[in-house]
Structure formats: C-alpha cells, structure tokens
C-alpha cells in the first residue's frame, strides 16, 4: 500500500517536471499591465489590443504557437517587481510587454533587462530609458513620454498664442508633461498650477481661468481627472473661448464618459482611429467588433508589439536563443504599423510622425480622436543623444 | 486679486463644503451615536453616484434616477449594517476598521466587476444645464448653484430633525450617553440601525448630487473619506452642527487656499519662489487649520456634552 503511494507520488512528480519541458515549445509572452484602479481602462485597451493581434496572426508569433501571460501589475512598482520575478523565473517568458505606466517601467527595467529578456513597451516611455539608462534589451512601440505634449507646444507655438496657461497633477508625470511643453512653447507662461493628484473637482481652476484670458491652456490630466476637467471646462463655458490643448486627457479611453463636452478639443498623439490605412481601418473595426469601444492608442501599441515580435522571430526562423539574432531582427523587423511611417531609433524608441488630433463624433455617434494636421514628421526624442549603449 | 473672483471660489468653497458636510453628517451621527469607525462610508458614496448612473442610463431621466437611487442606496446601507456592521459594534475600534477597510476593497472591485473599470459619465439635468454670467466672462454652471440649494435644504431639514422631533433628541441622547438610553427603555438596536441607514443614504445623495458634475469611477470615495474626517475631528464628534460648520470651513479654506496662496505669498516672496511655495502647502491647509484647531480645542468646535 505504502509503495503504491509513492510510486503514485514520484510519478506525479515526474508528471509536474515533465510539463513544463514539453510547453517549452511554446513561444512564451508576458503582459504586463495596469488591469486594477482607476486606471484599469488603459490596460484593458492594451491587453485586448495585443490579443486581437496574436488572433489575427492565427494564434502564432513567428509561426510558433504562443502562450500569452497577462498579469496585473495593480500601478504599484513593487508589486510590479514580483509579478515580473514570476513571469521571468516560474513562467520563463521570451518577451515581456508592458507596462502602461513610467514609475512601473523604472522599477521592473532592471529585473528584465538583466535577465536577457526583451522588454517592449507599449506605453511608458521615461526620460532616462531613452536617455542614458538605455538597454539593448529595452524597446518601446509608443513614444517618449514627453513627445506628445511637445506636440502641443509646437503647436501653441506655431499659432502665435501668447500667453499660455498650463495645469497639470502634482506628480513627475505631470512636471514631465509641462517640461515637454515649455521644450518648443517660448511665449508667456501666466500660470503653471499643479493640483494635488486624482483632483476630480477644477472648478477654482477654471475660475482662475476665466479671469486671466489666457490665449490657450494645455493640460495633462490622465484618467478620471481628466473627464472631469473637460466636462467642467465645457460647463464653465470656458471651451469656445480658450482653446484647450492636452495629452492623454481627451483620448478613447475617457471619451465615452466626456461625450460631447470633448468634441472640437485638441490633443497631440503619434495615431488616430482614423488613420487612412487599410491595416488600421481592419484593425479598428475588428477591435470594436470583439470589444464594443473604439480603441485608444494604447490598443495600437500593443497590436504593434505583437506585429513586431511576430515580424522579428519570422526572421530568426522561430528561435530565441540567440539573444544577438533576435536584437537584430527586432530592429530591422518588416512590419506593417497601424500608425504608417514606423522604424526603431538607436535608444529602441520609435522615429515616426506626430499628429495634431481633435475629438469628433462619428456618424454612428461614437466619439473618436481624428487627424487634424501632421506636426513633426520622422521625429526623434529628446534624449536619443544620450544614450551611448550599443543598442 | 479682484472681488469677483472671489467672490466665486467662494461659492466654489460653500458647494465643496455642502458636500462635504453631507458625507461628513452621516459619519459623525455612526462614529458619535454607535461609536463605530466606518470607513466603509466613502464607498457609499460612490454607491450613490453609481446607482444614479445606472438609474439615468435605465430612466433616461436624472429626477426619476435621483428618486430611485435614494431608498435603494438607503436599502444598501441597511442590508450592509444588517449583514456586516451590525456584528461589530461590540468589537474594538482596530477589529473596525480591518473590517470596514476590507468592505472598501471588496466593493471598489465590486462596482467595477458590475459596470468596468472605465469612468461613467451622467448628463447634467435639462433645467440645469446652462450657466449664469456672474461678471463678464465669469460663467457660472446652474446645476453648481442647484447642488448649494440642495445641500443648504438638506442642512436646514436636519436641524429640524435632529434638534425637534423625537428621533432626534433620542439622536442626541445617544451621541451622549448611550448606555443610558439604553437604559430608558429605548431599542437602541433600532436607533443605531435608523442613524445607519440615514447616514448611508446621506452619502449616497452627496454622490448622487456630483455624479453629473465629477466621473463616477472605482475608488472615488476613498479621497474625500479622509477629508469627511478631517471635518467631523475639526467639528467634534457626533454634532451635527460642527460638522456644518467644519464642513463649510474645510470647503472654503481648501478652494480659497488652493487658489489664492500663491497670489497672498507673492507679497512677501519673489513671483517664482511664492508660486513654488504656494503649490506646496495649498493642499497642506487644511491639515494646518485641523492641526491649529485641535491645538487650541482638542474636542473639536462644538463638542458633545458628555
């Protein structure tokens, strides 16, 4: 009886160790991603961007069969770090995808890179992962965090606006956002007010506003606190008169709880749902096909990632160990961007198109960012030039 | 600074402040009455701005939704004291406040599992959605002068109740001497069980009131539970009226602060230097005036008689 007992359990010992031998086939990609808080809507446009893409390649990346791992990273560095220590030591993951926001990026670089992982981002875009803290194992599908809202200061700029007021949270997020506006905005700047983080109620703000006619005001405002600004700015009567510029605030994301008090708004982003390209307008309607909301570009991103790797390992005949082969293959990879004009800079950061976009309703009456006009063209990030790694 | 405004962060202040004084109402009468910390009143609140969303979006009509939200949010309240709470009165304040903490958790989680993660949005009610021209170019949005109307009606329907009618004196009693009531012969499983109810239901208007003004999302409570504390500590616990006034004064002390700290410091600090400071403790104020009143009255402004 004892003996059949521990035949039973050494053969399911050797069962568990023999599992994971024959799922190595599989090609393994970690998501790493904001699916909890507040915040949960921009992980979820991620999340299911970069699954419609792993369906749409017939559940293959690089014609392996994939296994996708999606863990929730809660907006917490920390427990960020422990999830990402699962997926690279128990999961052992070829790829880690994510995360959406910088704070998580910085503290779960190190863990990855370190590991000789590649780390795509599909958001986060920090200073110093462009900059000096590069890594050959670091890429990003997005942008440079301060990217978009230089838009908006070129933009500001160019339009001749004189006196500028500018909002945003009291964090590093919101700093780095008025430092990438002020880089090609140089007229008066008559207030630069920061409100305490998850603020929900600007109506002094907008007061403030009101009695200082400023030519424009340009605000970060991510998230809830962002539908909130723009449905009081709109009450206060303040949106035909003050033109109102921002970065991630008027976005898919939070346009289905602003309505119509977004529509005409101005933002500054490297993609549009409307993009005229026959790649994204299938991409878009399937997205809104299988998720019943119009995607944000934080879908995109992700769709691209997938592309990418599946694009990188057809290259390297499907292998991964060659850490060198799949670097090389991953810079030079052939695939078609949503966004149009797409190639990887020497810092692993994109070198694409940025756009002028406005908040419009559709004729079926969804809303959606569109296309205004084109700002910088082929354009690089601040840091790339610090960045010495050989990348 | 001109005086118009402020003028309107004034308003700006008495609305935050009517606000506040809702949620902070029912929290004082709980912690007073019962003696019982509840954290679990911000979530009430957000229950309270989730069922007019949900209602709006079912009626397509906010008065009908504001009808319907309030007796359901009161039924909520109730059904949570009846499973939950009503087991930890007798328990010490820390078994309180895991318990109450773990309902915050669980319902965050909850309204986002029934309605997603993304914040919802309710339209402003037809009659109020215009604004009023306060000075030139000063405008000023009705429903926000429709949510000062509400509150002030609220505040004056409280006072009769609570200083007036039976309930309320038995209110009163309680806040001071529980055990006595008791005594007299009074239920005071029912009084708790009334104040409980009531006080969830107030929260649930304060959020029902703001959900077409702010976005209705996970964890909206949470923020201003703390500021509903910091009110009931400044008025003293269990008063009704201290919470009124606290509320009033947290409102107009965190909206003017906030806005004119940078404007007052620039008179004694070069412009760069004041509006760096004046960033840094405008959100500090409210502390410092809390800390500055226990200081000088650790009871609070009105205190209970005990």
């Known amino acids: 009886m004892n003996a059949t007992i521990k035949t039973l359990g050494l053969a399911a010992a050797f069962g568990l160790a023999a599992a994971p031998a024959l799922a190595q086939e599989k090609l393994k990609v970690g998501l790493l991603l904001t ?72 503290a779960t670089h190190k863990p990855i890179v370190d590991a000789k992982t590649f780390y795509i981002s599909v958001n986060a875009g920090p200073s110093n992962l462009a900059g000096k803290s590069c890594n050959p194992y670091f890429f990003a599908t997005s942008y440079q965090n301060d990217q978009n809202h230089e838009v908006l200061g070129k933009v500001a700029q160019d339009r001749g606006y004189k006196k500028v007021y500018l909002l945003a949270p009291n964090y590093q997020a919101g700093k780095d956002a008025l430092a990438g506006f002020k880089r090609h905005y140089k007229g008066e700047i008559v207030e630069e007010s920061y409100t305490p983080l998850n603020t929900l109620d600007f109506q002094s703000e907008l007061a403030k506003i009101a009695s200082m006619q400023p030519d424009a005001m340009f605000t970060f405002m991510p998230g809830g606190m962002g539908v909130n600004l723009v449905k009081q700015y709109r009450a206060a009567g303040l949106a035909d008169r003050i033109p109102f510029l921002s970065a991630f605030t008027v976005d898919e994301t939070n346009l289905p709880a602003q309505q119509d008090a977004a529509i005409g708004m101005l933002s500054g982003s490297n993609w549009a749902p409307n993009m005229d390209t026959p790649e994204n307008k299938k991409f878009v309607a399937a997205y809104e096909a299988a998720y019943n909301a119009v995607p944000a570009s934080y879908a995109m991103h992700a769709y691209d990632a997938a592309l990418l790797i599946d694009a990188a390992l057809k290259a390297t005949g499907g292998k991964t160990d060659d850490k060198e082969a799949v670097r090389a293959a991953i810079k030079k990879a052939e695939f078609k961007s949503l966004r149009g004009d797409f190639k990887f800079g020497a810092n692993g950061f994109p070198v694409q198109d940025f756009y002028l976009v406005k908040a419009a309703k559709r004729s079926d009456g969804k809303l959606q960012t569109e296309i205004a006009e084109k700002v910088f063209d082929d354009y690089t990030d601040a840091y790339a030039k610090e960045c010495t790694a050989t990348n | 600074m001109n005086a118009t405004l ?75 004291e009846l499973l939950i709470f009503r087991h930890l009165y007798d328990r010490d304040h820390l078994d309180q406040v895991l318990a109450t ?187 410092i005036f809390m800390a500055a009143v226990l200081f000088f009255r650790p009871s609070g402004l009105f205190p209970v008689k005990r």
């Open chain 1, 35 to 106: 699916l909890s808080g507040p915040s949960a809507v921009l992980g979820q446009h991620a999340r299911d961007g970069f699954q419609l893409a792993v369906k749409d390649l017939g559940g293959k990346l690089g014609g392996r069969d994939v296994e996708v791992i999606v863990v929730d990273d809660e907006l917490k560095p920390d427990v960020a770090v422990t999830k990402v220590k699962g997926l690279l030591e128990r999961d052992k993951v070829d790829f880690v995808v994510g995360p959406i926001f910088s704070n998580v990026a910085v």
């Open chain 2, 101 to 287: 903490f773990g309902i915050i958790l669980f319902l965050n989680q909850g309204v986002r599992f029934v309605w997603g993660a993304a914040p919802l949005s309710v339209p402003v009610p037809e009659i109020f959605s215009g604004s009023v021209e306060i000075a030139t170019g000063l405008l000023y949005p009705v429903y926000r002068l429709a949510i000062i109307a509400a509150g002030l009606a609220v505040a004056g329907l409280l006072y009769v109740l609570v200083s007036h009618t039976r309930v309320g004196m038995l209110v009163r009693a309680g806040a001071s001497n529980a055990a006595m009531v008791s005594a007299l012969g009074v239920n005071i499983q029912r009084l708790f069980m009334v104040v409980f109810g009531f006080g969830a239901m107030l929260a649930g208007f304060a959020g029902a009131m703001v959900a077409p003004i702010l976005s209705v999302e996970p964890g909206m409570g949470d923020n201003i539970l703390i500021l509903a504390f910091v009110v009931i500590v400044i008025g003293g616990i269990g008063s009704i009226r201290g919470a009124f006034l606290a509320a009033l004064l947290i409102g107009l002390v965190d909206t003017v602060g906030r806005s004119f700290a940078p404007n007052l410091l620039r008179l004694i600090l070069d412009p760069a230097a004041a509006s760096q400071t004046g960033r840094a403790i405008a959100p500090m104020l409210i502390y």
């Open chain 2, 6 to 80: 402020l003028f309107v962060q004034a308003l700006n202040g008495l609305q935050f402040g009517l606000i506040l004084f809702l949620i902070a109402a029912g929290l004082t009468l709980v912690f007073g009455v019962m003696d019982f910390i509840n954290l679990a009143h911000g979530v009430q609140y957000m229950v309270g701005a989730y069922l007019v969303a949900a209602f709006s979006a079912w009626t397509g009509s906010f008065g009908w939704a504001l009808l319907l939200a309030l007796p359901t949010a009161l039924a909520f309240g109730l059904l949570l």
